[in-house]
T-cell receptor, first 117, second 112 residues
């Protein structure tokens, strides 16, 4: 398996533009997570999906952020409009979650480094 | 107060030294992960623990559930071990999914 695949690896955009980050989880994994990493706040969860359904989006900063998972093999994180304070590394991760709460194969993507100027 | 605390925040060692990084947490957990992040790089999961001890090469991870504490040990450290090591826990209160709560990380530098 190629692992969790994120694109693009780097994105530089101007303030006010729309940004879309993409993630392909590991085939067979049923949980998908979007995390953000900044120097000030470290790693923090934005949103996660279980079986394509958003479970907890309390970490999404504000209405400018939205995430979708139209099918088991693809998710997007969209920022519209983008602001300089959104500059960060955005990680996608996936895992296989069982009904008893156990978890297997937690894997992170390589991240997207976003710079908003 | 963070639910997950790591120490030390920064650690510098000489090649060959034995290294220990500690992680304490204040809540019930179902699992604990040790992650490694190289500069400019992605995040790699080193271990997932729910009890006892795991070993992989020169890396050893232990967890004491009663004391809410875990340690990551590196034997015969090498400059390529230089990275940020992050402790992350899956909270027991999570009823679905497996979101992680992270420590602030330990920056390890191993000098030749």
């Amino acid at each position: 398996d190629a692992g969790v695949i994120q694109s693009p690896r780097h994105e530089v955009t101007e303030m006010g533009q729309e940004v879309t980050l993409r993630c392909k989880p590991i085939s067979g994994h049923n949980s998908l997570f979007w995390y953000r990493q900044t120097m000030m706040r470290g790693l923090e969860l934005l949103i996660y999906f279980n079986n394509n359904v958003p479970i907890d989006d309390s970490g999404m900063p504000e209405d400018r952020f939205s995430a979708k998972m139209p099918n088991a093999s693809f998710s997007t994180l969209k920022i519209q409009p983008s602001e300089p304070r959104d500059s960060a590394v955005y990680f996608c991760a996936s895992s296989l979650n069982f009904a008893d709460g156990s978890n297997y194969g937690y894997t992170f993507g390589s991240g997207t480094r976003l710079t908003v100027v | 107060k963070n639910e997950v605390e790591q120490s030390p925040q920064n650690l510098t060692a000489q090649e060959g030294e034995f290294i220990t990084i500690n992680c304490s947490y204040s809540v019930g957990i179902s699992a604990l992960h040790w992650l490694q992040q190289h500069p400019g790089g992605g995040i790699v999961s080193l271990f997932m623990l729910s009890s006892g001890k795991k070993k992989h090469g020169r890396l050893i991870a232990t967890i004491n559930i009663q004391e809410k504490h875990s340690s990551l040990h590196i034997t015969a450290s090498h400059p390529r071990d230089s990275a940020v090591y992050i402790c992350a826990v899956r909270l027991k209160k999570e009823t679905s999914g497996s979101r992680l709560t992270f420590g602030e990380g330990t920056q390890l530098t191993v000098n030749p």
